[in-house]
């Protein structure tokens, strides 16, 4: 690892295959990863209506500029869900979304560390992904969101270690709200696992960035109007506003530091 904050980098992918995925997983990953491409019949490949996700360990760098930067400036701080360096021991989880019906999917493997009841994931890791999914989600639909509302109901227990499919769908945006449906099944959906709403709302500061529809760069989707608006000013200065934002989270960390250390 290079001990200079700016040089610069790919960040590293979490949801890209690793050797603790299952052959459940990988089978999905693959799965979805083959709707993302299409081949015409004239053998050219062509975009598909999927896009997979990609995922990182600290959110500066989602933002435009944000690797260089996050070594810097975030500090310790790690994404919940991308935080226990093990791999498989967490959350193992992928990303795909679907532009046109504006759905979302979700393959995650339970690691041995979500334990809740014996042998099976804790309530509050199943709403940890749900969150995150429907919260990716909207980011991807709306722009930067906060979770406003997130109401679970959970049906039957999800084993440790087994693959579920988390959906997610958009019933409806409303001003700055996006209004979202979970669900959580069994991988050839025949059980209900878990069945949530939520409610995201675009975050008052606009910081930081959301993908394209390549699920690649920083740019809104296709949201509401008020979306649109925000687009064009996160267009303008989508990571001079992180940097700020991030600078006074630091200097804030820096100033706690040295008061609690007197
Ligand atoms: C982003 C790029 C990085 C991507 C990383 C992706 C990977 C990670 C993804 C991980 C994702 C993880 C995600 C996380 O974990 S986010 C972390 C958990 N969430 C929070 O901490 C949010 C805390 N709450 C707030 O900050 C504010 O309350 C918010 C911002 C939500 C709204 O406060 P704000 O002062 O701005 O606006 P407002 O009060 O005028 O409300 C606006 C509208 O919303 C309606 N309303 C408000 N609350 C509720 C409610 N409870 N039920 C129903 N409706 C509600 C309200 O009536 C109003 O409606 P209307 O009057 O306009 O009709």
């Not at 600290?58 to 944000?66: C, E, H, P, V």
């Not at 989880?93 to 493997?109: A, G, L, R």
């Not at 019933?171 to 099944?185: A, M, N, P």
């Not at 990571?239 to 609690?260: H, M, P, R, Y």
Request: glycine share 8%; hydrophobic share 30%.
């Amino acid at each position: 690892m290079s001990p200079w904050p700016f040089t610069p980098s790919q960040p590293r992918d979490y949801s890209l295959p690793n050797a603790s995925w299952s052959s459940e997983m990988q089978r999905l990953y693959e799965h979805y990863n083959n709707l993302c491409e299409m081949e015409t019949e004239g053998g050219e490949k062509i975009k598909g209506a999927w896009r997979r996700l990609p995922s990182y360990n600290r959110s500066l760098k989602y933002a435009t500029g944000g690797q260089c930067l996050s070594k810097l400036l975030q500090g310790k701080a790690r994404i919940f869900t991308r935080n226990i360096e093990e791999q498989g021991a967490g959350f193992e989880y992928v990303v795909f979304v679907n532009k046109q019906e504006k759905t979302c999917v979700c393959v995650f493997q339970a690691g041995h560390l979500l334990e809740g009841p014996p042998g099976h994931v804790h309530g509050g890791a199943i709403a940890t992904i749900i969150d995150s999914v429907t919260g990716t989600h909207a980011t991807y639909l709306s722009g930067p969101v906060m979770t406003a509302n997130l109401t679970v109901n959970y049906r039957s227990p999800i084993p440790l270690g087994s693959v579920v499919l988390v959906h997610s769908s958009l019933d409806k945006t409303e001003g700055r709200k996006t209004f979202l449906s979970c669900q959580v099944t069994s991988t050839d959906g025949s059980k209900m696992h878990t069945e949530a709403t939520g409610i995201a709302c675009l975050c008052p500061l606009v910081w930081a960035t959301s993908w394209d529809s390549d699920g690649q760069s920083s740019r809104c989707g296709d949201g509401s109007s008020y979306c649109s608006e925000r687009t064009a000013e996160a267009k303008q200065s989508p990571w001079a506003v992180g940097v700020l934002f991030e600078c006074i989270l630091f200097l804030n960390d820096q100033f706690s530091k040295t008061f609690t250390s007197h």
